[in-house]
Protein backbone atom coordinates (compact mmCIF):
# COMPACT_ATOMS: atom_id res chain seq x y z
CA UNK A 1 0.00 0.00 0.00
CA UNK A 2 1.40 3.56 -0.92
CA UNK A 3 -0.61 6.79 0.35
CA UNK A 4 0.31 9.97 -1.18
CA UNK A 5 -1.49 13.45 0.18
CA UNK A 6 -0.55 16.36 -2.12
CA UNK A 7 -1.58 19.23 -2.85
CA UNK A 8 -0.71 21.72 0.09
CA UNK A 9 0.53 25.38 0.25
CA UNK A 10 0.82 28.39 1.30
CA UNK A 11 -2.45 30.68 1.16
CA UNK A 12 -3.84 33.44 1.80
CA UNK A 13 -7.08 33.40 3.76
CA UNK A 14 -10.34 33.15 1.92
CA UNK A 15 -8.66 31.38 -0.69
CA UNK A 16 -8.91 27.95 -1.89
CA UNK A 17 -7.16 24.48 -2.81
CA UNK A 18 -7.64 20.98 -3.56
CA UNK A 19 -5.64 18.49 -1.51
CA UNK A 20 -5.62 14.85 -3.46
CA UNK A 21 -4.50 11.20 -1.87
CA UNK A 22 -3.59 8.96 -4.10
CA UNK A 23 -3.78 5.11 -3.09
CA UNK A 24 -1.78 2.19 -4.73
CA UNK A 25 -3.75 -0.36 -2.99
CA UNK A 26 -5.82 -3.30 -4.32
CA UNK A 27 -9.65 -3.11 -4.66
CA UNK A 28 -9.27 0.60 -3.98
CA UNK A 29 -12.87 0.96 -4.88
CA UNK A 30 -14.27 -1.17 -1.87
CA UNK A 31 -12.02 0.49 0.62
CA UNK A 32 -13.34 3.49 3.14
CA UNK A 33 -10.84 6.52 2.96
CA UNK A 34 -10.04 8.60 6.02
CA UNK A 35 -8.62 12.45 5.79
CA UNK A 36 -7.33 13.82 8.92
CA UNK A 37 -5.59 16.82 10.11
CA UNK A 38 -2.76 17.48 12.91
CA UNK A 39 -1.89 21.08 14.31
CA UNK A 40 1.17 21.60 15.92
CA UNK A 41 1.36 20.50 19.70
CA UNK A 42 -1.91 18.28 18.65
CA UNK A 43 -2.57 14.35 17.92
CA UNK A 44 -4.03 13.39 14.22
CA UNK A 45 -7.20 13.89 14.55
CA UNK A 46 -10.36 11.91 11.51
CA UNK A 47 -12.04 14.70 10.08
CA UNK A 48 -14.34 12.83 7.48
CA UNK A 49 -14.38 9.09 6.37
CA UNK A 50 -15.50 8.39 2.25
CA UNK A 51 -17.18 5.39 1.36
CA UNK A 52 -16.63 3.06 -1.12
CA UNK A 53 -19.72 4.82 -2.78
CA UNK A 54 -18.82 8.20 -2.22
CA UNK A 55 -20.50 8.86 0.68
CA UNK A 56 -19.20 11.81 3.39
CA UNK A 57 -19.11 11.21 7.12
CA UNK A 58 -17.97 13.86 9.20
CA UNK A 59 -17.18 13.96 12.44
CA UNK A 60 -18.84 16.66 14.23
CA UNK A 61 -16.64 18.98 16.01
CA UNK A 62 -14.73 19.11 12.18
CA UNK A 63 -17.84 19.05 10.49
CA UNK A 64 -18.66 22.87 12.85
CA UNK A 65 -16.08 23.95 12.08
CA UNK A 66 -16.18 23.72 8.00
CA UNK A 67 -19.42 23.58 7.29
CA UNK A 68 -20.05 24.66 3.45
CA UNK A 69 -16.62 25.01 3.04
CA UNK A 70 -15.08 21.79 1.99
CA UNK A 71 -16.05 18.62 0.07
CA UNK A 72 -14.47 15.57 -0.65
CA UNK A 73 -15.18 14.24 -3.74
CA UNK A 74 -13.78 10.56 -4.57
CA UNK A 75 -12.58 8.90 -7.86
CA UNK A 76 -12.22 5.79 -8.16
CA UNK A 77 -10.79 5.14 -11.34
CA UNK A 78 -8.05 6.93 -10.24
CA UNK A 79 -7.75 5.87 -6.87
CA UNK A 80 -8.16 9.59 -5.65
CA UNK A 81 -9.89 11.34 -2.58
CA UNK A 82 -9.86 15.05 -2.61
CA UNK A 83 -10.32 17.43 -0.17
CA UNK A 84 -11.22 20.61 -1.80
CA UNK A 85 -10.87 23.44 0.53
CA UNK A 86 -12.38 27.23 0.55
CA UNK A 87 -12.84 30.24 2.11
CA UNK A 88 -9.65 29.23 3.93
CA UNK A 89 -9.14 30.48 7.53
CA UNK A 90 -6.04 30.86 9.76
CA UNK A 91 -7.49 27.59 11.55
CA UNK A 92 -7.62 25.63 8.70
CA UNK A 93 -3.58 25.59 8.86
CA UNK A 94 -2.32 21.62 9.63
CA UNK A 95 -0.85 19.14 8.18
CA UNK A 96 -3.19 16.91 6.10
CA UNK A 97 -2.71 12.95 5.59
CA UNK A 98 -5.13 10.20 4.50
CA UNK A 99 -5.69 6.68 5.00
CA UNK A 100 -7.38 3.53 3.80
CA UNK A 101 -9.46 2.45 7.30
CA UNK A 102 -10.96 -0.24 8.67
CA UNK A 103 -13.84 -0.33 11.50
CA UNK A 104 -12.16 -1.91 14.41
CA UNK A 105 -13.23 -1.96 18.19
CA UNK A 106 -16.07 0.24 17.13
CA UNK A 107 -14.12 3.13 15.56
CA UNK A 108 -12.40 4.04 12.58
CA UNK A 109 -9.05 3.15 12.31
CA UNK A 110 -5.81 2.76 9.78
CA UNK A 111 -6.29 -0.54 8.07
CA UNK A 112 -2.43 -1.07 8.22
CA UNK A 113 -1.65 -0.21 12.03
CA UNK A 114 0.61 2.51 12.56
CA UNK A 115 1.19 3.03 8.52
CA UNK A 116 0.87 6.75 7.23
CA UNK A 117 2.35 8.36 4.06
CA UNK A 118 3.76 11.38 4.04
CA UNK A 119 0.71 14.48 4.83
CA UNK A 120 0.41 17.54 2.87
CA UNK A 121 0.80 20.70 4.99
CA UNK A 122 -1.63 23.56 4.12
CA UNK A 123 -0.81 27.29 5.67
CA UNK A 124 -3.22 30.09 5.53
CA UNK A 125 -1.45 33.36 6.33
CA UNK A 126 -1.57 36.52 4.84
Known amino acids: VQLQASGGGLVQPGGSLRLSCAVSVSFFSRKVVGWYRQTPGKQRELIAT???????????SYFESVRGRVTIPRDNANNTVYLQLKSLKPEDTAVYYCNILTFRRGRWEAEIPNYWGQGTLVTVSS
Open 50 to 60: VAESGMVTWTT
